[in-house]
């Protein structure tokens, strides 16, 4: 070999480098892009399938109406939606005691939702058969009656602020 042949060839390893170190350096480049795609697939896999237990909305049934329903169904939603507006109002008058404005909103946004014309309905008769019976007990004299009727208008009809939702509670 001659010095202008080694010069060449020592030139051409110099720029192209050898053929078996550049494909290894770009399969080592190609297979550490690939684990790096493979771990952000996966981890993305993961996190838009995953449900938080929080977020899962509970599960509610709803009540059989017309020939398929229980006895009684109807009047067991009736009691359930009428427990759901006293426990409501309940609630509402602790956390206005209590100056709890985070939960005096949340609950007033369920009332509101509880509000609906059935449940109207359930509280103006009961409200009504409520006040007949103050108007006995005023006629009747007893005193601890009218106490006790007069507490249990005032658990139904609630705060003023629900008063204001129900006109005959006024």
């Given at each position: 070999m001659t010095a202008a042949n080694v010069a060449s060839t020592q030139q051409g390893i110099g720029r192209t480098g050898s053929p078996g170190v550049v494909t290894a350096l770009a399969l080592a480049?190609?297979?550490?892009?690939?684990?790096a795609?493979?771990?952000f697939a996966v981890r993305a896999t993961t996190t838009t399938t995953h449900v938080a237990p929080a977020a899962v909305a509970p599960t509610t049934h709803q009540p059989r109406v017309g020939p398929m329903a229980a006895p009684g169904a109807a009047a067991t939603v009736a009691s359930r939606q009428m427990a759901n507006y006293r426990q409501l109002v309940a609630n509402l008058d602790a956390a206005r005691k209590a100056h709890d404005f985070r939960s005096i909103y949340r609950i007033d946004r369920a009332l509101d939702a509880a509000l609906t014309p059935a449940v109207i309905g359930m509280v103006y008769q009961e409200h009504a058969r409520l006040a007949a019976n103050l108007m006995a007990a005023y006629e009747r004299h007893d005193m601890r009656a009218q106490a006790l009727i007069s507490r249990q208008v005032q658990a139904l009809c609630g705060q003023p602020d629900v008063q204001s939702r129900l006109k005959f509670c006024n």
């Open positions: 480049v190609a297979l550490l892009a690939g684990v795609i493979g771990a």
